[in-house]
T-cell receptor, first 115, second 110 residues
Framework: DTGVSQDPRHKITKRGQNVTFRCDPISEHNRLYWYRQTLGQGPEFLTY????????KSRLLSDRFSAERPKGSFSTLEIQRTEQGDSAMYLCASSSEATGSYGYTFGSGTRLTVV | GNSVTQMEGPVTLSEEAFLTINCTYTATGYPSLFWYVQYPGEGLQLLLKATKADDKGSNKGFEATYRKETTSFHLEKGSVQVSDSAVYFC?????????FGSGTKLNVKP
């Protein structure tokens, strides 16, 4: 098992462009989470999936953000019309329903810079 | 609601010094408490956890005790090493998602 993989590691985009990130969880984990970490802050919860169902969304997830997990395996996080305030590290994590937060594994993150 | 407050950094220590990083929390219900560590350019790694009051989590010489009466979960290590230099995050969980503190950067000098 290679852990939680995120792609790309770094993304630089111009303001107003759309970006999409991918997360591949640990294969036996049915829960997948997205967090956002801005500079000097701790990660903040954005959303999570159990299998393909998106069960919770934070109010931080504005209408410009959309996340999918179409087949209950990998997930994508898309940001439309990016703004400079979207610059952050986007972290993905996975766990199983049985272990919950005790079994979290975080990916290395995708660092987004909006110029 | 749920929230975590931890001491601001950076904390700079000499090798073999004693480390304390303070963490207090506010929670509804009975959360579990965690310390995560983040090395430069890497993701979050679980350092230790405690699931109920008076539990002590420990790992790699680090310890923290879940104190319900003071709503605290302070991280301690008796003798730090240069390799401990990283950012440390205190967090609580309601089983599903995490609430993180803002992180404390630790610099250990030889």
């Amino acid at each position: 098992d290679t852990g939680v993989s995120q792609d790309p590691r770094h993304k630089i985009t111009k303001r107003g462009q759309n970006v999409t990130f991918r997360c591949d969880p640990i294969s036996e984990h049915n829960r997948l989470y997205w967090y956002r970490q801005t500079l000097g802050q701790g990660p903040e919860f954005l959303t999570y999936f159990q299998n393909e169902a998106q069960l919770e969304k934070s109010r931080l997830l504005s209408d410009r953000f959309s996340a999918e997990r179409p087949k209950g395996s990998f997930s994508t996080l898309e940001i439309q019309r990016t703004e400079q305030g979207d610059s952050a590290m986007y972290l993905c994590a996975s766990s199983s329903e049985a272990t919950g937060s005790y079994g979290y594994t975080f990916g290395s993150g995708t660092r987004l810079t909006v110029v | 609601g749920n929230s975590v407050t931890q001491m601001e950094g950076p904390v700079t220590l000499s090798e073999e010094a004693f480390l304390t990083i303070n963490c207090t929390y506010t929670a509804t219900g009975y959360p579990s408490l965690f310390w995560y560590v983040q090395y430069p350019g890497e993701g979050l790694q679980l350092l230790l956890k405690a699931t109920k009051a008076d539990d002590k989590g420990s790992n790699k010489g680090f310890e923290a005790t879940y104190r319900k009466e003071t709503t605290s979960f302070h991280l301690e290590k008796g003798s730090v090493q240069v390799s401990d230099s990283a950012v440390y995050f205190c967090a609580l969980s309601d089983w599903n998602k995490f609430y993180f503190g803002s992180g404390t950067k630790l610099n250990v000098k030889p």
